[in-house]
T-cell receptor, first 111, second 113 residues
Framework: RKEVEQDPGPFNVPEGATVAFNCTYSNSASQSFFWYRQDCRKEPKLLMSVYSSGNEDGRFTAQLNRASQYISLLIRDSKLSDSATYLCVVNTLRGSYIPTFGRGTSLIVHP | ETGVTQSPTHLIKTRGQQVTLRCSSQSGHNTVSWYQQALGQGPQFIFQYYREEENGRGNFPPRFSGLQFPNYSSELNVNALELDDSALYLC????????????FGPGTRLTVL
């Protein structure tokens, strides 16, 4: 089983839709969690941190469920510009923090 | 504020050769991490440098090595290149108080023939 798993998609949604992605992780000792966005042929960009209490930034909401070992990202009122690959990152302490990225979930928002 | 920069942008090498990739961290960032990203995959952590020392390493063989300099810039060296080393190599820097919030450079695309 991979340490961090994401459904690669693609998720095809119309503008204005609400879409949610999950990311599961296998190491219960994992400490910190993030979502990144990566546009085609570009570098990943930090989207938001993920906390147990939830984290909202405009149309984006991230949540952590430690009991079930997954993190989620909800995008409301999707825009064409949201089309990208969304990568989750799980940091696990092994002497130092070791980050493990998922393979990413592709989102395509169409008119 | 200057972002993370990497050089070169593209590189073509042949099997068995050695390569050095370079990264300048964002202003105020003292931690640099290197990643390998194959097509269709997420970035894979190679190693991290903090205060000029390796501070964490992923599952990469010793022929992947690095350096960090006093100005926090960094190099990734790969010896004895293999075809499977063809990938996008990303450098990311972070602040000392938020080491897990990483800011990536545009990457170096390495092709090994």
């Amino acid at each position: 089983r991979k340490e961090v798993e994401q459904d690669p998609g693609p998720f095809n949604v119309p503008e204005g839709a609400t879409v949610a992605f999950n990311c599961t992780y296998s190491n219960s000792a994992s400490q910190s969690f993030f979502w990144y966005r990566q546009d085609c042929r570009k570098e990943p960009k930090l989207l938001m941190s993920v906390y147990s209490s939830g984290n909202e930034d405009g149309r984006f909401t991230a949540q952590l469920n430690r009991a079930s070992q997954y993190i989620s990202l909800l995008i409301r009122d999707s825009k064409l510009s949201d089309s990208a690959t969304y990568l989750c990152v799980v940091n696990t302490l092994r002497g130092s923090y070791i980050p493990t990225f998922g393979r990413g979930t592709s989102l395509i928002v169409h008119p | 504020e200057t972002g993370v920069t990497q050089s070169p942008t593209h590189l073509i090498k042949t099997r068995g050769q050695q390569v050095t990739l370079r990264c300048s961290s964002q202003s105020g960032h003292n931690t640099v991490s290197w990643y390998q990203q194959a097509l269709g995959q997420g970035p894979q952590f190679i190693f991290q440098y903090y205060r000029e020392e390796e501070n964490g390493r992923g599952n990469f063989p010793p022929r992947f090595s690095g350096l960090q300099f006093p100005n926090y810039s960094s190099e990734l060296n790969v010896n004895a290149l293999e075809l499977d080393d063809s990938a996008l190599y990303l450098c990311a820097s972070s602040r000392p108080d938020r080491v897990n919030e990483q800011f990536f450079g545009p990457g170096t695309r390495l092709t090994v023939l």
